[in-house]
């Protein structure tokens, strides 16, 4: 039985890697994080945003920003109306939540 994350992480250490997928690339702790998950092998990642933005906020917490892979966002490469998709952990919509609350405003707007 899983009771912490030392014992999640022995559980997939050595399994299929699965690929992450991160769009908050100004945020340390998340590059961080997704640095951290990669040298433990648990997945491969991908940032979608800004690449100067990720390199540099990576590179200022001491995160190699090499890592990743990094994907420009849309309106970046020049596509006026890309298509998404919004994902959060849960389907309602909770103020406890910022990423369901933003979909929800998305949705609205779109």
Request: glycine share 4%.
């Given at each position: 039985?899983?009771?912490?994350?030392?014992?999640l992480?022995?559980?997939?250490?050595?399994?299929?890697?699965g690929?992450?997928?991160?769009?908050?690339?100004?945020?340390?702790?998340?590059?961080?994080?997704?640095?951290?998950?990669?040298?433990?092998?648990?997945?491969?990642?991908?940032?979608?945003?800004?690449?100067?933005?990720?390199?540099?906020?990576?590179?200022?917490?001491?995160?190699?920003?090499?890592?990743v892979?990094?994907?420009?966002?849309?309106?970046?490469?020049?596509?006026?109306?890309?298509?998404?998709?919004?994902?959060?952990?849960?389907?309602?919509?909770?103020?406890?939540?910022?990423?369901?609350?933003?979909?929800?405003?998305?949705?609205?707007?779109?």
């Amino acid at each position: 039985m899983i009771k912490s994350l030392d014992d999640l992480l022995k559980e997939v250490q050595g399994k299929k890697f699965g690929r992450l997928v991160v769009a908050k690339e100004e945020d340390p702790h998340t590059i961080a994080a997704v640095s951290d998950a990669i040298e433990k092998e648990i997945v491969e990642a991908t940032m979608v945003g800004n690449p100067e933005e990720i390199k540099r906020v990576a590179k200022e917490h001491n995160v190699d920003p090499d890592k990743v892979e990094i994907i420009e966002t849309a309106h970046a490469l020049g596509i006026d109306m890309p298509k998404v998709a919004l994902i959060a952990a849960v389907e309602k919509v909770s103020l406890k939540m910022a990423a369901t609350t933003e979909a929800a405003i998305i949705t609205k707007i779109v």
